[in-house]
């Protein structure tokens, strides 16, 4: 079985900064494409960050710039590294793998539990 278990969620003011972990297990991790999504409290999970299983990355457009996604295959670990972190950030962050090139919501094969991010003004 492939698992994922996220860490680093927490309580921060506006312009600070949280670093995301993200441990995965069960399977080769270099074969898979990791992806970080999150969900606001009456909102639609949205994605994030992804890196490929090359190491290219993409942004949502509210973060670019702002939020760093990395990935350390010795560790079978992804990173989401988050700074100027703005109260609109707040949501509870997934981790998201899939064995497929493209990772979107569509090719997203397991996820991980969730770690809560608030961001205060």
């Known amino acids: 079985q492939v698992q994922l278990v996220e860490s680093g969620g927490g309580l921060v003011q506006a312009g600070g900064s949280l670093r995301l972990s993200c441990v995965v297990s069960?399977?080769?991790?270099?074969?898979?494409?990791m992806g970080w999504f999150r969900q606001a409290p009456g909102k639609e999970r949205e994605f994030v960050a992804a890196?490929?299983?090359?190491?290219?990355?993409i942004y949502a457009d509210s973060v670019k710039g702002r939020f760093t996604i990395s990935r350390d295959n010795a560790k079978n670990t992804v990173y989401l590294q988050m700074n100027s972190l703005k109260p609109e950030d707040t949501a509870v962050y997934y981790c998201?793998?899939?064995?497929?090139?493209?990772?979107?919501?569509?090719?997203?094969?397991?996820w991980g539990q969730g770690t809560q991010v608030t961001v205060s003004s």
């Open positions: 998201a793998a899939t064995s497929k090139l493209l990772v979107n919501s569509a090719t997203i094969e397991y």
């Open positions: 069960g399977r080769t991790f270099s074969n898979y494409g």
């Open positions: 890196v490929w299983r090359n190491g290219g990355t």
